[in-house]
C-alpha cells in the first residue's frame, strides 16, 4: 500500500502533464488551487523537494497561461 505523501508525488507527476496541455483560464485556476493544495501538504510533512517542485510547476504554469492569452 502507498503512502499519501507517494500518491500526492504521483499526482504531481500527473499535473505536470495537465499543466502543459493547459488551454483556458479556468483549467488554470482549477489547477492552480490544486497545486496549493498540495504545497500545504508538503510544507506540513516538511517535504520541501517536494514544495519546491509544486511551486516551480506552478511558476511555469503562470507563465505558459500567459503566453497562450
Known amino acids: 500500500m502507498q503512502s ?18 493547459l488551454r483556458t483560464i479556468d483549467e488554470f485556476i482549477i489547477l492552480k488551487q490544486t497545486l496549493q493544495d498540495m504545497m500545504k501538504v508538503f510544507a506540513a510533512c516538511e517535504e520541501w523537494e517536494l514544495y519546491q517542485k509544486t511551486a516551480d510547476l506552478m511558476a511555469q504554469t503562470v507563465l505558459h497561461i500567459r503566453f497562450i492569452e
Not at 5 to 20: I, V
Open 4 to 21: 499519501p505523501l507517494m500518491l500526492l508525488q504521483l499526482k504531481l507527476a500527473d499535473y505536470q502533464k495537465k499543466a502543459a496541455e
